[in-house]
């Protein structure tokens, strides 16, 4: 088997994996990210800029606020679905991946 078939296959089995949850919306939608959603949406439509992010499990201490402004990217895109940010996660994972496994094949 060459190289390229090799790479499509693993291309394809990622792509079979991740995307067809998003596509029969077959995900896991928590108390965590309604919570980081509806906080976006008050950030974002109620210009209420917040400098605490989401809570950890360990008792008083908490994310940055980072997560609200990165969610609010797939909230604008898609003014305000919830799915959006399954699809906003899988392009950023999706783009990674590809940019941390071409990189070295193509410089090393």
Not at 40 to 65: C, D, Q, R, S
Not at 80 to 104: D, E, H, K, R, V
């Amino acid at each position: 088997m060459s190289k390229n078939k090799f790479l499509f296959l693993i291309l394809f089995f990622y792509l079979l994996i991740r995307f067809y949850n998003l596509l029969s919306h077959d995900v896991v939608y928590t108390y965590d990210q309604g919570r980081d959603f509806l906080k976006t949406t008050e950030v974002f439509l109620y210009k209420n800029p917040t400098f605490i992010g989401p809570t950890t499990g360990i008792m008083g201490l908490y994310h940055g606020a980072w997560w609200y402004y990165i969610l609010g990217v797939p909230f604008f895109l898609t003014r305000g679905n919830p799915i959006a940010f399954y699809y906003f996660i899988f392009l950023i994972t999706f783009f990674y991946q590809s940019f941390i496994f071409l990189f070295p094949k193509k410089n090393f």
